[in-house]
């Protein structure tokens, strides 16, 4: 658990790579489970079956949390199990094995040690059982059991109900895999989850990880709330290149009712491509008539002079260019202090970058350097 708390950590501190994408639940080399799941053929689960059932010259007796004993054979336990080998090893001069096993149903345990004998189990066993199967796995080692647990969990029995138990569960017997699935489990659905019985025994039991969950779920929602003010930025900048154009448009061609005085203009003609053109021809005829026409004057003619200025920093050739004042903010440019002209640089480049138009017709990073 020591290394998810210190991995997490390092998450919440720097700047986290971007995650790798969630696994998909194809697995390869694991079979596809039916109905009383198991790979062998039919006769020879039914032999090990009832060698487990009859108990035939069973030498170890298992004893469970409700001291139901289940009887069953050292050769087969310790062949599947070295943990159980090991047992079987250190009491070798009794004739009879005990071995207790407590903490789980006793149901999950004859589960449990029927797989032993025949690799099979039945699959409302499974899922009634599913998590005791794979702490019992874990502490006995049973390779083939617990990748059957964890394939079983990731693809049919993880829920917002029981993916704070199975978080633990995971982090406890050691499945990175599952205990990645479950986390990504809990941040999508943390109102949910964090209502779930199983968030409330752990604020109990493990209040360590608790403050570490939340912590990754404050994370992921700063990492959000970054990610959409970022694409809202991404919007305004693009919306201003798309000014520019439009800008360049009406001065140049002329749009609709709106032009340069040597153009003759249609005011039916169909609306032009420029979508930033309906909203532009409006500031242009305000900007015309608006007696406040200076800088700082009305928020109107201020978005006006702004867009000018904007425009002329982006402007490639201003002695062929048609747009007003397009040459005199070239010359106010370069009397400008070096903080403000430091600030428009910035902006240039900001609204170029978000379209990636370093070959575009009107506007170049040259220009504005
Ligand atoms: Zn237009
Ligand atoms: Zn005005
Ligand atoms: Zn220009």
């Known amino acids: ?54 108990a035939y010259r069973a030498d170890v007796s298992i004893y469970t949390s409700s001291d139901d004993i289940i009887y ?23 004739k009879r094995f005990i071995v207790p096993i407590r903490g789980v149903p006793p149901e999950a345990v004859r589960v449990f040690i029927r797989f032993l004998y025949s690799s099979c189990y039945e699959e409302d066993q499974m899922e009634e059982h599913v998590m005791s199967l794979l702490v019992l796995s874990h502490s006995f080692v ?68 608790e403050k570490e969950l939340l912590a990754t779920v404050a994370y992921e929602a700063n990492r959000q709330n970054e990610k959409v003010k970022k694409a809202n930025e991404r919007k305004v900048y693009l919306q201003l290149y798309e000014a520019m154009e439009a800008l360049v448009h009406i001065c140049r061609d002329g749009c609709r009712t709106i032009g340069p005085h040597d153009k003759l203009l249609n005011e039916h003609q169909e609306p032009c491509s420029y979508e930033a053109c309906k909203g532009l021809e409006s500031l242009v ?40 004042l397009c040459k005199s903010f070239k010359e106010k440019t370069r009397r400008q202090k070096k903080k403000d002209d430091m600030m428009w640089r910035i902006l240039v480049r900001k609204v170029l970058r978000t379209k990636s138009i370093t070959g575009a017709p009107y506007f170049s990073l040259a220009a504005s350097s």
């Open 142 to 209: 049973v390779p083939r059991l617990k990748r059957e647990c964890e394939y079983q969990l990731e693809t049919r029995y993880l829920n917002v109900d029981n993916v704070v138990d199975v978080f633990q569960l995971a982090l406890l017997c050691d499945v990175p895999r599952l205990s990645i699935i479950c986390h990504r489990l809990i941040l999508k659905n943390f109102k949910a989850a964090s209502l779930s019985e199983g968030w409330k025994a752990m604020k109990e039991s493990h209040p360590i990880l």
């Open 1 to 54: 658990m020591g290394s998810f708390y210190e991995e997490s950590q390092m998450v919440v501190k720097r700047d986290a790579p971007i995650p790798p994408p969630l696994p998909t639940t194809a697995r390869p080399g694991m079979a596809v489970l039916r109905r009383r799941s198991c790979r062998a053929s039919a006769s020879t689960t039914e032999s090990w079956d009832r060698l487990f059932d009859d």
């Open 285 to 324: 005829r305000h900007f015309a008539g608006c007696k406040l026409r200076v800088p700082g004057g009305c928020v109107h003619c201020k978005r006006m002079w702004q867009l000018l200025e904007l425009h002329s920093r982006l402007c490639v050739d201003p002695n062929v260019c048609r747009v007003p």
């Open 72 to 94: 069953a054979h050292s050769s087969i336990l310790g062949l599947a199990s070295p943990v159980l080998r090991g047992m079987f090893k250190r009491q070798s001069k009794s």
